[in-house]
């Protein structure tokens, strides 16, 4: 599977938009993008997945770059309860691991 | 529809005893998936079964652990005379197919253990 790598913090205020990049440049043309968050000490959450197009639900957006080498998870409107690591993964088609990297923990502030 | 259910939510142990973690799958989803995390790190894939077989088992450490998934009942980690470095969460998921197909994993909310 593709190595990802993504910034281990940010910040985000209340409210407003939170996106959260992540790099996987050696990714290969089967291989889809999943996002999943883990809120404090709970089970890992999936939030979005996709493999060329960008993805929209209920809970957020992935803009995957045209060449696939980066993407972007956008929450549009962050909330505090948004807090939490976030984990880009990247899937290689026939394969049925996730690998979980340390991923980006995203505050969430008043 | 009930989530993935995981029990125990904490499990205490004394060094050589044995921990069985069990994990049901939600309703009508088939492919199950052990992780490990350890204290302050991410999550490790252990063991990919289906019903009655195990698929994948290659991040399982080669002694003292085993998994199962019987037709009927819940999925079962087994850890034998757990020592104090099996101390962690154990995450069960599952999904209606595999996951190689671009479907979803639907991650339970996890059995920590603790070995004393």
């Known amino acids: 599977d593709a190595k990802t790598t993504q910034p281990p913090s940010m910040d985000c205020a209340e409210g407003r938009a939170a996106n959260l990049p992540c790099n996987h440049s050696t990714i290969s043309g089967n291989e889809y993008v999943y996002w999943y968050r883990q809120i404090h000490s709970q089970g890992p959450q999936y939030i979005i997945h996709g493999l060329k197009n960008n993805e929209t639900n209920e809970m957020a957006s992935l803009i995957i770059t045209e060449d696939r080498k980066s993407s972007t998870l956008i929450l549009p409107h962050a909330t505090l309860r948004d807090t939490a690591v976030y984990y880009c993964?990247?899937?290689?088609?026939?394969?049925?691991?996730?690998?979980f990297g340390k991923g980006t923990k995203l505050t969430v502030n008043p | 529809n009930a989530g993935v259910m995981q029990n125990p939510r904490h499990l205490v142990r004394r060094r050589g005893q044995e921990a069985r973690l069990r994990c049901s799958p939600m309703?009508?989803?088939?492919?199950v998936y052990w992780y490990r995390q350890l204290p302050e790190e991410g999550l490790k894939f252990m063991v990919y079964l289906q019903k009655e077989n195990i698929i994948d088992e290659s991040g399982m450490p080669k002694e003292r652990f085993s998994a199962e998934f019987p037709k009927e009942g819940p999925s079962i980690l087994r850890i034998q005379q757990v020592v104090r470095g099996d101390s962690a969460a154990y995450f069960c998921?599952?999904?209606?197919?595999?996951?190689?197909?671009?479907?979803?994993?639907?991650f339970g909310a996890g059995s920590r253990l603790t070995v004393l």
């Open positions: 998921a599952s999904s209606p197919q595999a996951l190689s197909g671009a479907n979803v994993l639907t």
């Open positions: 993964i990247a899937l290689q088609g026939g394969s049925e691991k996730l690998v």
């Open positions: 309703k009508g989803h088939s492919h």
